[in-house]
């Protein structure tokens, strides 16, 4: 059995946790919606995209924004999920997002969720979202510690090293599994009348990622031409 | 430094060497994981640059993924993957010499040079980049050629070295072409 | 050399030293500081020498290469004590006249004298000299006296004397002391010094680190590395102490890679200090063990940020820790708990224990104790470094210590705290600097950049620089900070090429509250600042590049034409030689002209042009 042993309220209810909860796990047991691009249930939060902000309100202090999935419930917090302060700064997250990764899925509909209808800036073409989903996925699940994070600022990337996959590959197609910007069709090397096969030969795959579909701009990607 | 040309054996041969003076550079180092930056950049100073090889040897000796020293490689700015030219000139673009108007210094030296901050002549003999801030901001606008340290910066002044300096040297470059 | 053990020991070193230092009748110091390095420093000390040896007095006269003095505007510095001569812009060549007239003779140069540019006379001691006057150089003072790397020249001085006294205290009574100081970070952060170290203490664990911040990325601020350079042992103390009350038996200090010689002063600060037992095993017979280690940065502005220098130190990429509201003293370091201070900070410790935390407690205002050193630079006639008690007003600082505006121009703003600041407008000049107070004027105090602004600065540009830097040095891990900014610098971009819109300045305002509210670090959540603080009291200036597509100040290129006025032109052709572009044409004696499709506004025309005949429209 669970123990409860910390209270706080979130959205004027008083809900339970446990200590080292995240006050979005805590939400997500009481059905309280709260949008999120980064988090990944059983991989460990990393709170980057900061579309779960939440405004938090602790004793006397001036309520703060911070992300909900990282910060750790604690005794007396007040937490507040839908006050226009939070609704304003994740539309504008959103717009951020979605103007920087028009024709990804995923970050379509966030901003379609958070109520963008128009986009102020000028419109990019990328297609990873530096959610580092694939990356916790491979290093914290897989043990491959294959991809990462490479370069800083805007040049910030997901590769691998030199653009070369390493030993440490193990093939799994992890990343490719768990990345919320994929949803393309096969791209792999066809043989007319034939069903593609690709997952059977991985081999003859280019060797820069496990799929050539990582938002890398080298040849061997199909999306590459189009980005950059 | 790094052409297609060189033959297997010799480029077997650099790799070797190269691995070796890693491993040199790792022996001053006693508890290595958290001196990671440092190594890389001893590494930097003997090589001028990193070579894919000795950030392999790094990550194997360290007991590290390539991908983490990778990244650290590509994060940090002193920290470089290509081969730097012979001689470097650097600009300071600090607040300091921002407000004295080192962007116009910016445009001269790009176009004496002909080449833009952080990119290397064809010859690889010269390097040209730009810092944030050398902490020299009393005498701004600051170029440093060669670390030597030329103060209080004017466009005009700069032109003037930079074509002693080139002359010197005897680089080729535009802008004695152009005059 | 034999261990220092004891206090008695050390008192034995201090008369010892004294002793032979009393052989010598004249001390020449040359300033060694990056600043005068850059003036050719290194050459007249050679001289020096040579001609030392050439009289036959190198017995008699020392000379010494000493940290920053802080005139860095007007370097190279030579001081001859005992009688505190301060002569300034010396050169090679002036050398021989320095020996003869002030070395072996008591007389003076009076052409390298200082000369008051108000009243003209010329000032012969660096007490009397208008800069230094109205400073109080507590930190600083010490850097003319010592040869940074001689840890005899800091004993002499009473160095590690507060190390002796603070080792018979307990460790409670040390942190009650700093409390009962007021001291607070120097960072920028303004956080009381003696609660973090309580903080620290009273997290349970066996291992605990100090670390000393010396990774000052705010361009336009110098003085953390003259600390380090200049007085390395004054930093090393304060860490042993710090360190002895925290219960730490490990430091680091973190140094920027671009500070070549602050890293090499601190780590021959190091190897002496535990030559002679003031580092390592049982520190002066006490039992208490300590020892620090150089950690240079791989250059990026962030790792500044304490979370993101930790993750650097334990070799990764300098991500700042997601888990923001846990603090460093709680899991710092490899998860145990860590107490990061700025350099200067760490500086203020040894004075503090030495004179009595009542006395560091009157210097100062009411929120704010102590001195605080900036470093004054941009369009101010005596850049260098400043240190001066807190509260002191900015128009104190500027004018009387700075000596006013270069050339004569109009005071536009002061930029404070670097990136992560904001600017300060002339009708403020009366703001006492403290910390509170500037962050009510919209700014902060950072680490103590001062950037000096006149009105042939550009607020929008300015704007658009730190923007500029700060895209550069986000590390990219969180998406306001990361897209934020560049999407700030697009529209700031936009406004200062001319293409800015009505509603633009709404829209920068709208991010740059939602940048500030939600980035992951400190180098987010105060990203906005320099627009804001633009946006505060210059929106007239965004407005004039919205509406009028003009740049006053006549910086953003794209906005600026140049033309040659014809009842001014002589025809002499200067500006025809000159421009890089080929862009002006006219026959000798006739009226230029340029031609605007080629003008690329550098500008070298007009400053160029003897008769005034080039004005930008």
Redesign the interface.
């Known amino acids: 059995m669970i123990v409860f042993d910390t209270t706080l309220t979130i959205d004027g209810i008083k809900v339970n946790g446990k200590k080292g909860e995240t006050i979005l796990e805590v939400a997500k047991r009481y059905g309280i919606n709260i949008p999120t691009l980064c988090f990944v249930e059983n991989l460990p939060s990393y709170g980057a995209c900061r579309l779960c902000v939440v405004e938090i309100s602790k004793g006397k202090n001036p309520p703060i924004l911070s992300a909900s999935c990282t910060y750790d419930i604690q005794e007396g917090l007040v937490v507040n999920t839908k006050s226009e302060r939070v609704v304003k700064a994740r539309k504008i997250l959103a717009e951020l997002l979605v103007a920087s990764a028009p024709n990804v899925k995923i970050a379509q509909d966030i901003a379609a969720r958070c109520g963008v209808k128009e986009v102020r800036f000028k419109m990019e073409d990328n297609r990873c979202v530096l959610c580092g989903i694939c990356v916790r996925m491979c290093h914290e699940q897989m043990g491959g510690e294959a991809l990462g994070f490479v370069g800083r600022g805007i040049e910030r990337k997901i590769q691998m090293p030199f653009n070369k996959r390493p030993k440490e590959c193990l093939l799994c197609r992890g990343c490719e599994f768990v990345c919320p910007a994929m949803e393309i069709p096969c791209q792999g090397v066809k043989i007319p009348g034939e069903l593609c096969g690709r997952c059977l030969r991985m081999d003859e795959m280019p060797y820069c990622c496990t799929l050539g579909s990582f938002g890398c701009s080298c040849d061997h990607n199909p999306l590459a031409s189009s980005s950059k | 430094m790094e052409t297609t040309a060189i033959n297997p054996s010799a480029k077997l041969r650099i790799d070797t060497e190269r691995r070796r003076s890693v491993n040199c550079i790792l022996k001053n180092y006693k508890d290595s994981k958290s001196n990671l930056i440092s190594i890389l950049q001893d590494i930097q100073e003997k090589f001028s640059y990193l070579p894919t090889e000795t950030l392999e040897e790094v990550a194997k000796k360290l007991n590290l993924k390539l991908i983490d020293v990778y990244g650290v490689a590509t994060f940090y700015k002193s920290l470089r993957l290509s081969p730097q030219g012979k001689h470097n000139i650097t600009l300071c673009l600090g607040t300091a010499c921002h407000v004295r108007a080192s962007a116009k210094i910016l445009d001269e030296i790009q176009s004496q040079l002909g080449i833009g901050p952080g990119s290397t002549t064809e010859n690889r003999e010269l390097t040209f980049n730009t810092v944030n801030c050398l902490g020299v901001c009393a005498i701004g606008p600051v170029v440093v050629i060669d670390g030597k340290y030329y103060g209080r910066m004017t466009p005009i002044k700069t032109r003037e070295m930079l074509s002693k300096y080139l002359k010197k040297k005897n680089f080729s470059n535009k802008a004695t072409e152009k005059r | 050399m034999k261990k220092i053990r004891t206090k008695k020991n050390l008192e034995e070193y201090r008369k010892r030293i004294k002793k032979e230092n009393s052989k010598f009748k004249k001390i020449v110091t040359i300033c060694g500081g990056?600043?005068c390095?850059?003036?050719n420093c290194e050459q007249v000390k050679q001289k020096l020498r040579k001609e030392l040896v050439k009289n036959g007095l190198l017995k008699k006269v020392a000379l010494k290469v000493s940290g920053c003095h802080g005139f860095?505007?007007n370097?190279p510095i030579v001081t001859i004590r005992p009688e505190n001569i301060f002569y300034q812009r010396v050169s090679e060549k002036d050398v021989p006249e320095i020996m003869e007239k002030s070395i072996l003779k008591n007389k003076i140069v009076e052409h390298l004298l200082y000369e008051d540019p108000v009243s003209r006379q010329k000032v012969t001691y660096l007490e009397e000299i208008p800069f230094y006057k109205s400073q109080k150089r507590l930190l600083l003072g010490k850097n003319g006296l010592i040869e940074p790397d001689k840890i005899e020249d800091y004993i002499v001085q009473g160095g590690y004397g507060a190390l002796v006294k603070v080792l018979k205290l307990p460790a409670q009574k040390i942190i009650e002391i700093i409390k009962a100081s007021g001291l607070r970070g120097r960072g920028g952060g303004g956080f009381p010094t003696g609660r973090k170290w309580e903080f620290c203490r009273n997290t349970e664990g066996e291992i605990k680190y100090v670390i000393c911040n010396c990774d000052?990325?705010?361009?336009?601020?110098?003085m953390d590395?003259s600390l380090l350079e200049g007085n390395p042992h004054s930093v090393i103390e304060g860490m042993i102490i710090g360190a002895f009350a925290i219960g730490s038996n490990q430091g680091y200090i973190y140094v920027r890679?671009?500070?070549p010689l602050a890293c090499r002063n601190a780590q021959i600060a190091i190897r002496q200090a535990r030559k002679l037992g003031l580092l390592g095993k049982n520190i002066l017979g006490s039992g208490f063990n300590f020892d620090i280690q150089i950690?240079?940065?791989?250059?990026?502005?962030?790792c500044g940020e304490s979370t993101a220098l930790i993750a650097?130190?334990?070799?990764?990429?300098?991500e700042p820790r997601?888990?923001?509201?846990?603090h460093t003293t709680e899991s710092g370091l490899w998860g145990k708990p860590t107490n990061i201070n700025n350099v200067e900070t760490w500086a203020n410790v040894p004075l503090i224990i030495n004179n009595g935390p009542e006395w560091f407690y009157q210097i100062g205002n009411e929120n704010s104790k102590g001195t605080k050193i900036f470093?004054l630079?941009?369009?101010v006639q005596n850049?260098?470094l400043v240190e001066v008690p807190m509260g002191t007003t900015l128009r104190e600082i500027i004018f009387e210590i700075g000596g006013g505006i270069l050339n004569g121009k109009k005071f536009k703003a002061v930029?404070t705290g670097?990136p992560s600041g904001g600017c300060v407008p002339a009708d403020s000049l009366d703001l006492p600097v403290d910390y509170e107070q500037l962050n009510a004027a919209g700014s902060m105090m950072g680490s103590g950049?001062m950037?000096?602004?006149d009105e042939d600065?550009c607020m929008v540009d300015?704007a658009k620089?730190?923007l500029n830097?700060l895209?550069?040095?986000?590390?990219?891990?969180?998406?306001?900070c990361?897209?934020?900014i560049?999407?700030m610098l697009?529209i700031v971009t936009d406004i200062s090429e001319g293409r800015g819109k009505e509603d633009t300045l709404d829209?920068l305002e709208?991010?740059s509250a939602?940048v500030t509210?939600?980035?992951?670090c400190g180098l987010g959540k105060t990203a906005a600042n320099p627009v804001l603080s633009t946006l505060r009291y210059f929106r007239d200036e965004y407005e004039n590049h919205i509406k009028e597509k003009k740049c006053p100040a006549g910086v953003c290129v794209p906005l600026l034409r140049y033309e040659i006025l014809a009842d001014c032109c002589k025809g002499c052709g200067a500006c025809i030689k000159?421009c890089?572009y080929n862009a002006i044409s006219g026959k000798p004696k006739e009226i230029h002209i340029i031609n605007q499709d080629i003008c690329?506004k550098?500008?070298?025309c007009k400053?160029?042009c003897k008769f005034n005949a080039v004005q930008l429209q």
Do not use: N, W
């Open positions: 990056t600043g390095h850059a003036y860095c505007e370097g000052e990325g705010d361009p336009g601020a110098y590395r890679h671009e500070y950690a240079k940065g791989g250059g990026a502005f962030v650097s130190l334990e070799g990764r990429m300098g997601d888990k923001q509201h846990l470093s630079v941009g369009k850049t260098g930029q670097g950049g950037i000096v602004m600065t300015v620089y730190f830097f895209k550069e040095e986000s590390c990219g891990k969180c998406l306001p990361r897209e934020g560049k999407r697009e829209l709208e991010l939602v509210d939600t980035s992951l000159i890089p690329a550098c500008g070298s400053t160029i």
